[in-house]
């Protein structure tokens, strides 16, 4: 009943979302190991694309499912988050553009660490880049390191030069981190 009032291709297009993303644009923390994510608290909880699968308690399923089973939506509601769309009351289907993450991004929020060097190491000896080019990321303030983790932080620039979002990589080879502060603008990234 509750899926007729939905498109099939509203429907295929929600369970092709991409559930990693979705889930780190909400604030979910999850670490990303290769082409898979893990949930940082539950590292049994892996995330692949548009899928999951929790080995722990024998579960998978699409993004929608996730949605259903363990962030309590029903269906119409997991199509139309996942899509980014809201039902209306003429039973057209239009995109949410008032979209916004859960929480506001505020860069001074993020304590800063004025020696980068555990930063410049990882990205000179681990990553193979040149000293001179992390330097200038630097001083063109594109390159941060945050204080209480280590991590290293890509602040993320709207149009104008605001500051609106930050993704972060960790510092220790042996423990990989990759993510996105909460409350990120979406459709921004770090570009150079």
């Given at each position: 009943m509750e899926r007729?009032?939905?498109?099939?291709?509203?429907?295929k297009q929600a369970r092709q979302t991409d559930l990693a993303e979705y889930l780190i644009r909400q604030g979910e923390p999850l670490i990303r190991r290769g082409q898979r994510y893990r949930h940082k608290e539950h590292d049994s909880l892996v995330f692949t694309k548009n899928s999951y699968y929790w080995n722990s308690i024998g579960e998978s399923g699409n993004a929608i499912d996730f949605l259903e089973r363990h962030r309590g939506l029903d269906?119409?509601?997991?199509?139309f988050a996942l899509t980014q769309t809201v039902p209306a009351a003429d039973g057209e289907r239009h995109t949410n553009t008032s979209f916004k993450p859960t929480e506001e991004f505020f860069f001074t929020e993020i304590k800063l660490e004025l020696d980068l060097r555990r930063t410049i190491a990882y990205l000179c000896k681990v990553r193979g880049i040149s000293y001179n080019l992390i330097k200038g990321l630097i001083d063109e303030k594109l390159i941060y390191q945050e204080a209480m983790t280590n991590n290293i932080v890509f602040p993320m620039y709207d149009e104008v030069g605001n500051i609106v979002g930050a993704e972060t990589c960790g510092t220790l080879s042996d423990k990989p981190f990759k993510g996105i502060k909460t409350g990120s603008k979406y459709g921004y990234g770090y570009i150079v």
């Open positions: 007729e009032r939905v498109s099939q291709e509203l429907i269906f119409m509601s997991a199509v």
